[in-house]
């Protein structure tokens, strides 16, 4: 069984920056896309950045140029590095894994895995 468990969220001024970890447990890495998204309040839930066994990357045109998304397979952790941050980028942020074959990130992968989310308010 998959557990996730998100870190490093926190409150901070616009322009700044948060590194967010996502602690991964029960993984293995080779066969789960992984990513982040997150949800603000009256908002639905939106993809922020998705990062595959090869390390090949996609990012919300939100967030391109801002953020990066990586992960330490030695670790089993995924990280999301914000920076330039935003008052709209507040929101609950989420790590979440696919279980995909090859650990890739196909278009429509189910996400069946969550954490219990981190937040992150930005003021400005």
């Known amino acids: 069984q998959v557990q996730l468990v998100e870190s490093g969220g926190g409150s901070v001024q616009a322009g700044g920056s948060l590194r967010l970890s996502c602690a991964a447990s029960?993984?293995?890495?080779?066969?789960?896309?992984m990513g982040w998204f997150r949800q603000a309040p009256g908002k639905e839930r939106e993809g922020v950045a998705r990062?595959?066994?090869?390390?090949?990357?996609s990012l919300a045109d939100t967030v391109k140029g801002r953020f990066t998304i990586s992960q330490d397979n030695a670790k089993n952790t995924l990280y999301l590095q914000m920076n330039s941050l935003k008052p709209e980028d507040t929101a609950m942020y989420y790590c979440?894994?696919?279980?995909?074959?090859?650990?890739?990130?196909?278009?429509?992968?189910?996400?069946?895995?969550w954490g219990q989310g981190t937040q992150v308010t930005v003021s400005s």
């Open positions: 990062i595959d066994t090869y390390g090949s990357t």
């Open positions: 029960g993984y293995t890495y080779n066969k789960y896309c």
């Open positions: 979440a894994a696919a279980r995909t074959s090859g650990g890739i990130c196909y278009t429509g992968a189910d996400f069946g895995y």
